[in-house]
Nanobody
Framework: HVHLVESGRGFVQAGGSLRLSCAAS????????IDWFRQAPGKEREFVAGISWSGGVTSYADSVKGRFTISRDNAKNMVYLQMNNLKPEGTAVYYC??????????????WGQGTQVTVSS
């Protein structure tokens, strides 16, 4: 079975930092691009950051550019999201999702269960 498990949930004050991790198992990890999404209460899930299967290409939502950094370690089947200068609007459940590389127009193959991030003002 494939599992994506997020960790690093936390409660921080605005301006603080957190690092989220996404641990993958049961799949050939370097065949998948990995994206982070978040969903705030009462809002739709939104894209936050993405990283290609090799780690060579990254992308970010405008709202987090310059503050968040996505990275991956294929030897450990891990993806990380370093979040700096967090803002209250960053309060959300954060999810990682895997999509087979080369299938950017397809849906995601796997999702994690999410991890809560709360940013106080």
């Amino acid at each position: 079975h494939v599992h994506l498990v997020e960790s690093g949930r936390g409660f921080v004050q605005a301006g603080g930092s957190l690092r989220l991790s996404c641990a993958a198992s049961g799949l050939t990890f370097n065949r998948y691009d990995i994206d982070w999404f978040r969903q705030a209460p009462g809002k739709e899930r939104e894209f936050v950051a993405g990283i290609s299967w090799s780690g060579g290409v990254t992308s970010y939502a405008d709202s987090v550019k310059g503050r968040f950094t996505i990275s991956r370690d294929n030897a450990k089947n891990m993806v990380y999201l370093q979040m700096n200068n967090l803002k209250p609007e960053g309060t959300a459940v954060y999810y990682c999702a895997a999509r087979l590389r080369g299938k950017a127009d397809s849906g995601y193959n796997y999702w994690g269960q999410g991890t809560q991030v709360t940013v106080s003002s």
